[in-house]
Each structure stands twice: as structure tokens, then as C-alpha cells.
């Protein structure tokens, strides 16, 4: 099972770190990512981090203000995020995925374990 945290109201231009738990021995053995959506619009990819934490990928939109990592002893994942802007209000969800390969996907699809979302409010 995977706990998302984190959420909250911030203004444009400032920070929130969101987090989500992992409860389970497995948690080193699955790729992680973060995905949100929007009111009025479908779920999106947002980053997404391997295993072993070596690979790291980013929706367009995300690079250079987003910084996905994980922490394998304590089965956590991590979603750092600056330099907000309003469009990136949206619930964000964490998911998993079983996977021990060095690269990571981006498609929900592909992910079979899912956080109830924790939501993000940027004001400008």
C-alpha cells in the first residue's frame, strides 16, 4: 500500500515536498513515479524514479523544477518541488511499479499500485 503526503496550498514561486510511504519488504524491487491530475483533465506522468534510484525521468513541464528521489531503508518516495506555477495544481499520486530494470516508464499503465492522492494548490 502506498500513503501520499505532503499536499497543500503554497504560491506561485515557492516550494512543497510531497511523500508517499511504501508499507510492504518489497519496496527496493519496485520503480516508483508520481502522477497528478488536473480538474477537468487526465491523469499525467510526472517523474519517475528506478529501483536503485539510478534513473530518474521528467514530464517536459517538470524538468529543472521537480526532483524525484527514494530512500530504500526507509521505503519512501520523494517528490521536491520548486519554483511552483498554478498550473501544477492538480491531486498528485504515487505509484508503483515491480521492476528491477536500470530504466524507467512514464505510462500509467505500467504502474499497478496506486496512493489515494494528496492534493497541491498553487495560487498566483
Known amino acids: 500500500q502506498l500513503q501520499a503526503s505532503g499536499g497543500g496550498l503554497e504560491q506561485a514561486g515557492g516550494s512543497l515536498r510531497l511523500s508517499c510511504a511504501a508499507s510492504?519488504?518489497?519496496?527496493?524491487?519496485?520503480?516508483m513515479a508520481w502522477f497528478r491530475q488536473a480538474p477537468g483533465k487526465e491523469r499525467e506522468f510526472v517523474a519517475a524514479?528506478?529501483?536503485?534510484?539510478?534513473?530518474?525521468s521528467y514530464h517536459d513541464s517538470v524538468k529543472g523544477r521537480f526532483t524525484i528521489s527514494r530512500d530504500n531503508t526507509n521505503n519512501t518516495v520523494s517528490l521536491q518541488m520548486k519554483s511552483l506555477k498554478p498550473e501544477d495544481t492538480a491531486v498528485y499520486y504515487c505509484?508503483?511499479?515491480?521492476?528491477?530494470?536500470?530504466?524507467?516508464?512514464?505510462?500509467?499503465?505500467?504502474?499497478?499500485?496506486w496512493g489515494q492522492g494528496t492534493q497541491v494548490t498553487v495560487s498566483s
Open positions: 510492504g519488504r518489497t519496496f527496493s524491487s519496485h520503480a
Open positions: 524514479i528506478n529501483w536503485s534510484g539510478t534513473t530518474t
Open positions: 505509484a508503483a511499479r515491480f521492476s528491477k530494470s536500470l530504466a524507467v516508464v512514464g505510462g500509467e499503465r505500467y504502474y499497478s499500485s
